[in-house]
């Protein structure tokens, strides 16, 4: 069975392409899953790896950025991330671009105005985060827990979301007015 990626078109909205769902729909939306004979693994061998050590002094170096005391802006471009533990962080304004963040907890994480341009998010928990006004251009994110995750005014173009956990009773809220994505069903 092969997947099908849909991508929605930006021509079915007026001005900046708008996600069409509504929230809740997307967790009724069938999806395909891939058997392991058919996957494509991806080498890192071109990502920085950093440790959780390394991930938790970046993280206070960016919250004395933020307040204007020094440290340096959290870019995490390029780097792997594997069982890293960014919950409840302010990562506000964090550069993520062509990341790859795997089996990451990130339960209650500030990510506001982050840049997520080509990374790829695969089994996280991102729970009850603040992704607002984020861009996740040309992003893949499989088999992530975004419940309760806001992402309103963020940018999907081009972004690939395939198979995520939403329980039925609180559906992951893709604001109304993020911009456009594409799905893999």
Not at 14 to 19: A, D, V
Request: hydrophobic share 40%; proline share 5%.
């Amino acid at each position: 069975m092969d997947c099908i990626p849909y991508t929605i078109p930006a021509e079915l909205n007026n001005g900046p392409p708008l996600c069409p769902f509504k929230p809740g729909v997307l967790s009724s939306i069938p999806y395909v899953t891939v058997a392991s004979d058919y996957a494509v693994y991806e080498n890192n061998t071109n990502y920085h790896v950093l440790n959780q050590e390394q991930v938790n002094v970046i993280c206070a170096l960016h919250t004395l950025w933020l307040h204007g005391v020094g440290g340096e802006q959290a870019d995490f471009s390029d780097c792997l991330l594997k069982g890293i533990n960014l919950s409840s962080r302010n990562l506000n304004r964090a550069v993520f671009a062509g990341a790859k963040l795997v089996d990451c907890l990130m339960y209650d994480a500030k990510l506001n105005t982050s840049i997520f341009d080509g990374a790829k998010i695969q089994n996280c928990q991102l729970i009850n985060a603040q992704a607002e006004h984020c861009s996740f251009r040309n992003a893949f994110i499989v088999m992530t827990d975004m419940n309760a995750t806001s992402t309103k005014h963020s940018n999907f173009i081009g972004a690939t979301i395939s198979k995520y956990s939403v329980p039925k009773d609180e559906p992951f809220s893709l604001a109304e007015d993020s911009q456009g994505f594409s799905m893999t069903m």
